[in-house]
């Protein structure tokens, strides 16, 4: 396993290249709002490394990794 180096505000969670980003922000306990769970309505969207992705089909990227919660 890959192990990836991942901010998220005030936290420094442990993450694995290719792990889902809901997992993560589970695991870190950072609250993110789901509803459909599967990518289409849009709710659990933040950003990865300045990018809007959505955290229930994103994936943790290789290298450095800046997710932003709104």
């Known amino acids: ?3 990836a180096y991942i901010t998220i505000p005030n936290i420094v969670p442990k993450a694995v290249v ?3 980003i809901s997992q993560v922000c589970a695991a870190a ?3 993110v709002s789901y509803n459909c769970q599967n990518g289409e309505c849009g709710t659990c969207e933040l950003k990865v490394n300045g990018r809007k992705a959505r955290a229930c089909i994103a994936k943790v990227p290789s290298g450095k990794c800046a997710i932003t919660t709104n």
């Open 1 to 3: 396993m890959k192990c």
């Open 18 to 20: 290719d792990q889902k």
């Open 29 to 31: 306990r950072v609250k």
